[in-house]
């Protein structure tokens, strides 16, 4: 009986041992493919963890363009975006992000959002962070995004066009837990009506 113990012990050992080698957070093949199609486009790639499990690929450019967002549609396991500088992202780029179906975190800096921009990214139900800093963002375009029901971090840095006429969109977000408004025409007032 002792021998066979001493067996069982040594392969649970071994096996034990060869499973804390796999890293937990060890990408898939899925998600390897994910992470080289984006280096391909010319950004990083990297998992994350806090991310939903079906999409934890999270894409960084620091300059988008149209191509890149194009080439991530292919990969659901494609759960954030992050572009640096989207200056040069079109309508045509932004409408690919609707086709990641659980992209919960986007950000897109130094945009020019329009309403045709914002118009898809309102069709990504499952974000719950969104950033848009100095994107040129009015009060008509931040409506825009009122179906994001699920949204619990919101940044709108650097966008001087909105006002306190916003606020009534950021109080339709009733998840939203962090808001950031640096450089906004927001005011006293318009901070009032988040009052509850």
């Known amino acids: 009986m002792r021998p066979s113990l001493t067996l069982c012990l040594a392969l649970t050992l071994a096996f034990g041992s060869r499973a804390a080698a796999q890293p937990k957070d060890a990408p898939t093949a899925d998600e390897r493919a994910a992470i080289a199609a984006i280096v391909k486009a010319g950004g990083q790639g990297e998992i994350d963890p806090k991310l939903d499990p079906a999409a934890r690929v999270v894409a960084k450019f620091d300059a ?3 191509a890149a967002l194009l080439a991530l549609k292919k990969f659901p ?3 954030a975006v992050e572009v640096f500088d989207g200056s040069k992202l079109t309508d045509k780029g932004l409408k690919a992000l609707p086709e ?3 992209l919960r975190r986007l950000a897109v800096g130094k945009s020019d959002m329009t309403p045709a921009r914002v118009a898809p ?3 990504c139900k499952e974000l719950r962070d969104l950033r848009l ?3 040129g963002l009015s009060n008509a375009e931040l409506a825009a995004l009122a ?3 699920l949204l619990e971090q919101l940044d709108l840095s650097g966008n001087a066009q909105l006002g306190d006429k916003a606020m009534a969109t950021v109080k339709e977000f009733e998840r939203l837990r962090a808001l950031f408004l640096s450089k906004t025409a927001i005011t006293d007032a318009g901070l009032a009506e988040l009052k509850g």
Do not use: N, Y
Request: hydrophobic share 45%; net charge negative; no cysteine.
């Open 100 to 102: 990641l179906p659980h």
């Open 121 to 123: 990214i309102a069709k």
């Open 133 to 135: 800093p100095e994107a």
């Open 77 to 79: 396991q494609v759960g």
């Open 64 to 66: 988008g363009a149209d």
């Open 147 to 149: 179906p994001l029901a």
